[in-house]
């Protein structure tokens, strides 16, 4: 009778962990709100078709992303990482400029994981292609709306944003470029 109730509370216990997991995995909520500002004149570059913040509009911020995997879902989104593109600043990891003909991605906020990928390679797969690609910068999805940012909005928090090169290696169409679900893993 005792290893029965032994059983079933280590049945019980491991139910339970097991949910705990599951919901830890699948628990990337949104972290808050930001207000938009209305970029001065000429201050948001909107090359790549990039979205520039409006004034009063709230944006949802993230602190997170889903799990790595070896097949990680997300949305490539094009990016200009050379000095005057739509990228802003210098990149994060090495605060240097990349050409648009070298492979390099930044990550949302979660995956780039304070910096852990950095100067990294990940593969990127879409389109029955795969590429290798450096990460460079956090696609940034706590902050948005100000200088720093190019007065764009925060980062969904499930974003590849890929130079030109990567675009390429994949070959989409150049009028197809902006976003493209893909997988990606840590190479």
Not at 33 to 55: H, L
Request: charged share 20%; hydrophobic share 30%; with cysteine.
């Amino acid at each position: 009778m005792m290893n029965l109730k032994k059983g079933a509370i280590l049945v019980l216990l491991i139910i339970l962990a097991a949910q705990a997991l599951e919901g830890r995995l699948q628990s990337c909520k949104p972290s808050g709100t930001i207000r938009g500002k209305k970029p001065p004149p000429g201050q948001c570059n909107q090359e790549n078709d990039s979205d520039c913040c409006q004034q009063g509009k709230l944006y949802t911020t993230y602190k997170c992303s889903a799990p790595v995997s070896g097949s990680t879902k997300a949305v490539l989104t094009i990016n200009s990482f050379q000095k005057g593109g739509d990228g802003g600043g210098p990149s994060e990891c090495d605060n240097q400029y990349h050409s648009d003909d070298t492979p390099v991605v930044a990550l949302s906020t979660g995956w780039y994981s304070g910096g852990s990928r950095c100067l990294n390679n990940i593969t990127i797969s879409a389109n029955g292609q795969s590429v290798t690609a450096m990460v460079v910068d956090e696609c940034d999805s706590t902050m948005g709306c100000d200088e720093d940012h190019d007065y764009q909005p925060p980062c969904p928090n499930n974003i590849v944003d890929a130079s030109k090169a990567v675009w390429k290696a994949l070959g989409v169409p150049e009028g197809d470029w902006g976003e493209l679900d893909i997988t990606w893993s840590d190479a």
